[in-house]
C-alpha cells in the first residue's frame, strides 16, 4: 500500500495543475469562458438553498410566535409609518418637478426616474469571512458589475460579480471599497474608505482645517460614476485633529443596513450626459 | 493488514462529507467575528487524502476545488489549483502523517492551509482580485485548531460506514 507509486507528480499533479492554469488564464482573456462559468453557478443554487435553510426558519418562526396583539401593534406602527413616508413623498415630488423645470431653464437635461428593482438576500456568506452578500438577481436580470446598491438606509454597496441568476455585492465596509462622499452641512468632499469587517469606516486625506464634525452627514456625491449622487452612505462619529498630521482622523458609521435586511434595492442610475458633467470633470478628461 | 476486499457498504459517506462542507462554506456567518470561519472544504478534503491516499487523490480534490469556485463565483480554477496541491501533498505524504498524534498532525494541516492561502493569494494578485484583510489568515490558525475536532467526526463517521482499504 504504497500511495502514488504509479501516479507521481508528473502524471498525479501536474496535468490538473496545468489544466487550472489554463482555466483561469481562459477566463481571464477569454469572453465565454466568462459567460460559461458564471451559468455554471446555477449548480451553486440547491447548496445555497440548503445553506439558508436554517436562518429562513427562523425568520418562519418568529413569524409563527408572534402573537395577535403584537402583529396587530407592528400593523398600526407600518400604517402610521406609511402615513409619514406618503406625505414627504408628495413633498419629494413636488420637488422634483420643481427641479426638472429649472434644469430645463438652465438647458441642462432632466435627470430621469431612476430604475429600480428589489432583489432578495440569499441568506449565505458567499466567500470565506468576506464583506459580501448573495442576492438572487443576475445577470439575466441586466444586473451588471459596478451597479449600485441601495437598502432603506442608504447605499449598501456595489455588485462585483454577477453570474446569471445571483449576484455578489460587496458592502461599502470592505476594506477594498471606496465611495466618494460629500458632506451634506458644509459641501465639502471626500473620499470614504472600507475599514474591514467589525471596523468603522474612515474619511481620509481631509486637511486639518476642513469643516466636518461628528453627527455630520455623508452623502454620495456621484463623482467616480458607480453610485447616483444624493444617497446617505454614513454618518461621522468622531473626528480627530492632531496638530502634528496634515491629515484629520475621521471615523464614520454606515446609515445602510449592511445586508442585514432581507431585500435591498439595486439601482439602475441613467446614463450622465455629457451636459451633466460640470466643467471640472471636463478639464479631467482632458488633462488624461 | 490484509484487505482482499476494499468495496464497503457506504462508498458515499466521503463524498456525503464533502458537501457538508461546502454547505458549511456558504453558510452565513454574519454575527461571527471575522475570521473565524475556517475553509472546511479544505479540511475535509485533507482528512479524505490522508485516510484514502489513492481514492481520495487530486482528481476528486480539483473537481470540488471547482465547485468552491464556482459557487463563490470566484475565478474557476483557482481553489481547483490550491487544493490539488494540498491533497497531493498530504496524500504522498499521508503513511507518515497517520503516525502522528493530532496535535502534530494540526501543525501539517496549518502548514498546508498556509500554503493554500498563500497561493490563492498569488492567483489573487495575479488576476487582479486581490485577496484582502487580515482575516484569511486568522481563518487557517482557526482551521488547524478545529482539526482535531474534524478529525474525530470523519472518523467517527468512517468507522460508522465502515470503510477500508486505500
Redesign the interface.
Known sequence: ?V??AKSG?WR??AP??L??????SA??HVGA?KVA??S??V??IP??F???L??MTLAAMQGRLTTTEQLRRQFEFLREQNLILRARLQRFEFLENENNRLRELLQAAPQAVEKVTLAQLV????????LTVLVNKGSADDVYIGQPVIDAGGIVGQVT???LF???ISLIT???QAVPVQVVRSGVRAILYGG???RTLRVMYLDRNVDIQPDDVLVSSGLGEIYPPGYPVAVVTAVERNIAESFMNIEARPMSHL??DREVLLLWPTQLKASDHDSDAMVEEKSE | MIQVDSASRRPWIPFLTLLAALILLVLPMQELPGGFVPDWVSLVLIYWALAFPVRMGVPIAWVTGLIVDIITLGIPGAHAFTKSVIVYITGSLALRIRAFPVWQQSVVVFLLLTLELASLVIIGGLTGEAITGMHRWTAVVVGALVWPLVYHVLRRSRHSSNLRGS
Open positions: 500500500m500511495p502514488h507528480f498525479g499533479l490538473y495543475l489544466s487550472s492554469i489554463l482555466l483561469i477566463y481571464m469562458v462559468a458564471s455554471l453557478a449548480i451553486g447548496i445555497h440548503v445553506a439558508s436554517p436562518s441568506a449565505v456568506n458567499p466567500e470565506l469571512g468576506s460579480k454577477s453570474s445571483t449576484s455578489k470592505e476594506e477594498s474591514g469587517k467589525n445586508g442585514r
